[in-house]
């Protein structure tokens, strides 16, 4: 297919780098002091010639194909601040990154429009959402790590991934991660680490390296999409200990690719067989690095977004029957 000109918001800043690997044009709105949604291409990422930053007041002046929108707040308001009316009517696409919150099976989800393409990151999330008329697709997570990156695995503890931690409660298993530390040892990185006596937030192009020399991932989380954190622990080798909630439960195999319980006693058992034993955590890091490899490949990702946007741009609008 011909490149595309894509409108996007930035939203998440690790899955919008991962996207703009697919060869089209893509244009993100800024605005002064960079809010919610206007970040444009915000330092951490090593962005392509093919990711440009736009004025929001110019943005109703440009030609695009398509318009992706990947958050309520895009879909309920920033369209109609920022597009025109023409620009409203073209294709769309909406990338959603989580499971339902308010309620977990039956929250409608705030796009019910045939005409437009839900995106969801994980087949959890598809299942979970009551998407109404609205078409949807499943497009797993694709990540890249640096060539030379592997799993050393030396440190005998483990390494949790989580921004915003302490604020964001149990949904994202504060308290997990409390009950674990206790009794094995633990360290934590991301945004605002510091306030739960981590490292802090460790660079987008650093993380893969940093986290390496650590025995095992453990992921706290009891309610969200499946982390790209955790796709790219895996993609390096590490082992991966987690709660067996969401996607998790189909991406670790117990014994294969580390370890995925709703039982935390017997997770915490787990972690310290893996730190006394690294031969055995030596062992899970094969097997979480096939299936990465496998399942989280960067080019199954691009080609599984080109045929959605494919999907939508030669798609003849549904027309309403009255």
Known sequence: MKPLRILTWHVHGSYLYYLVQSPHQFFLPVKPGFPEGYGGKLGGFPWGDNVHNVSADEVRNLEFDCILFQSRKNYLEDQYEILSDKQRQLPRLYLEHDPPREQPTD???????????????????????????????????????PEQVRYQGELEKGIVVVNGLQSRGRRLGADVFDRVRAQVPLELVGMQAEKLGGKGEVPHDQLAEFTSHYRFFFNPIRYTSLGLSVCEAMMIGMPIVGLATTEMATVIENGVSGYVDTNIDRLIEVMQHLQQYPEEAQRLSQGAKKVAEERFNIHRFVRDWNQAFARVVDRKPTLSVV
């Open 107 to 145: 929250t409608c989800h705030v796009v019910n429009d045939p005409n437009v393409l839900l995106v969801h990151v994980t087949h959890f999330n598809d299942l979970m959402w009551n998407s109404g008329k609205t078409p949807t697709c499943v497009i797993e997570h694709g990540v890249m790590v």
